[in-house]
Antibody
Framework: QVHLVQSGTEVRKPGSSVKVSCTAS????????ISWVRQAPGQGLEWMGR????????DYAPKFQGRVTITADESTSTAYMELSSLNSNDTAIYYC?????????WGQGTLVTVSS | DIQMTQSPSTLSASVGDRVIITCRAS??????LNWYQQKPGKAPKLLIY???SLETGVPSRFTGSGSGTDFALTVSSLQPEDFATYYC?????????FGRGTTVELK
């Protein structure tokens, strides 16, 4: 059974960066397609981008292009999402999820708070 | 980007009701449409993928329909555990996009 476990809560100051991890288990990591989706408080879901470890390539939503970097480390079955130039609007829960279309399963979510 | 328009934004219903949530895409997405359920404080859960395929373990009272630009999620007989927020999502082309959500609340 595929399982995704994310790193813990982060607090950052405006202008800084954050890197969230997502460790996969239950299947060959190269078979995964890891997306990152965020949810601001009381708001809906927003797809940020994804990586296919088998190719090592990532694609990003235009809104986040230049500010987000998604990587994968096959040796540890871990995907990473790094978001830079943080501002208060980036305060959200960040989820990783697996899937080439429908996303399942999801990680438990990582709360990132941006505050001075 | 493909825009996904969900309606209604809020739906008040009773246990046992049949409820329908609709989702419209701004362009033809064939059957690349997925539905999720989210409860407070939890990650979303995939219910339906490819417009009409029921995810393993999801009760059969949930059905998905549609293709092209118009889609629907139907709950045949609402159960207490179904009060939640539902999202549609297109996976036709990136950036993948979600509808704004439909909250099903107790009437």
């Amino acid at each position: 059974q595929v399982h995704l476990v994310q790193s813990g809560t982060e607090v950052r100051k405006p202008g800084s960066s954050v890197k969230v991890s997502c460790t996969a288990s239950g299947s060959t990591f190269r078979n995964f397609a890891i997306s990152w989706v965020r949810q601001a408080p009381g708001q809906g879901l927003e797809w940020m981008g994804r990586i296919l470890p088998i190719f090592g390539t990532a694609d990003y939503a235009p809104k986040f292009q230049g500010r987000v970097t998604i990587t994968a480390d096959e040796s540890t079955s871990t995907a990473y999402m790094e978001l830079s130039s943080l501002n208060s609007n980036d305060t959200a829960i960040y989820y990783c999820a697996d899937g080439g279309g429908g996303l399942d399963p999801w990680g438990q979510g990582t709360l990132v708070t941006v505050s001075s | 980007d493909i825009q996904m328009t969900q309606s209604p934004s809020t739906l008040s219903a009773s246990v046992g009701d049949r409820v329908i949530i609709t989702c419209r895409a701004s362009e033809n997405i064939k059957s690349f449409l997925n539905w999720y359920q989210q409860k407070p404080g939890k990650a979303p859960k995939l219910l339906i993928y490819a417009a009409a395929s029921l995810e393993t373990g999801v009760p059969s009272r949930f059905t998905g329909s549609g293709s092209g630009t118009d889609f629907a999620l139907t709950v045949s007989s609402l159960q207490p555990e179904d009060f939640a927020t539902y999202y549609c999502q297109q996976s036709s082309r990136t950036p993948w996009t979600f509808g704004r959500g439909t909250t099903v609340e107790l009437k």
